[in-house]
């Protein structure tokens, strides 16, 4: 079974050539790549957060297995909605679910749900995928789509389940914790703002982000599939967060009345 592109043609070019010419376009010159247990990136329209997103992948060794964290932006019916086996498609081509990885997973947790319909029309997992084909031509996937009922205990639950399944696993996977940042307010808000959560991130504080984001009204839209994936990594090892990048969509349009912040960090 195929996962069919969703947004292709609208939060990027549903071109091959086009796309790659896009991706390469946002890639900074970088000396030297980090050995990451973890990254941060966001999931708008690449013309607004692609510069971001290459950033903060351009900067990281990527393996070829990635489990992907992100936030579902509709109702879904369960938890965790994970897309257990088949592939995703993009115009770069065909990528498979990592099977074993996903199998492994499900049975570290109970609040995991195969879920493949859960996927279809979410963009938030689907806009990393090309960044991170350009970069693996080997990748395969375990994506996991985190509802917005999710409290931080079953959010903890959900990242010790992941660190135990990628022990056992027994190969390098990068987690990919997919989110933007502060919708629709000031460059000046954005910025206060987003360094809030931004903090914790670094700090690898996963129940300060979660408590960080309610206790302001933040609208950090990936914050639990964040929290998550700082659980697992730090599990795994990681001793902080390395900010790559960070812009607003008003740096990219001009327009800083009403902005949606971007962040790209390195969990290390």
């Not at 329209?45 to 393996?63: F, L, T």
Request: a negative charge; charged letters at 20%.
């Amino acid at each position: 079974m195929k996962r069919e592109p969703y947004v292709a043609g609208y939060f990027y070019p549903d071109r091959k050539e086009i796309l790659i010419e896009t991706i390469e376009s946002f890639i900074p010159e970088v000396k030297e790549k980090i050995k990451a247990l973890g990254v941060v990136s966001p999931h708008a329209g690449y013309e607004y957060s692609g510069p971001v997103a290459a950033a903060v992948y351009s900067a990281v060794i990527i393996p070829e297995t990635v489990v992907i964290l992100a936030p579902a932006h509709h109702q879904i019916n369960s938890l965790f909605a994970l897309y257990d086996s088949g592939s995703w498609l993009t115009p770069l081509g065909q990528v498979p679910i990592e099977e074993r990885l996903s199998e492994l997973l499900v049975g570290e947790t109970q609040l995991i749900t195969r879920d493949r319909e859960a996927h279809r029309k979410e963009h938030s997992i689907e806009v990393q995928v090309p960044f991170l084909q350009y970069f693996q031509k080997n990748l395969s996937l375990v994506p996991i789509l985190v509802s917005y009922q999710a409290n931080y205990e079953s959010l903890a639950e959900l990242g010790q389940a992941i660190s135990r399944a990628v022990i056992n696993f027994d190969r390098p996977v990068l987690l990919v914790a997919s989110t933007d940042m502060s919708h629709y307010v000031s460059q000046k808000m954005a910025e206060e703002l987003d360094h809030k959560a931004i903090s914790f991130i670094e700090r690898l504080d996963p129940q300060g982000l979660f408590q960080v984001v309610i206790s302001y009204g933040l609208s950090m839209c990936g914050f639990q599939p964040t929290a998550a994936m700082l659980v697992a990594a730090k599990a795994l090892g990681a001793k902080e967060g390395k900010l790559i990048k960070y812009q607003t969509s008003g740096d990219r349009t001009g327009d800083y009345r009403e902005v949606v912040g971007y962040a790209g960090l390195a969990v290390i």
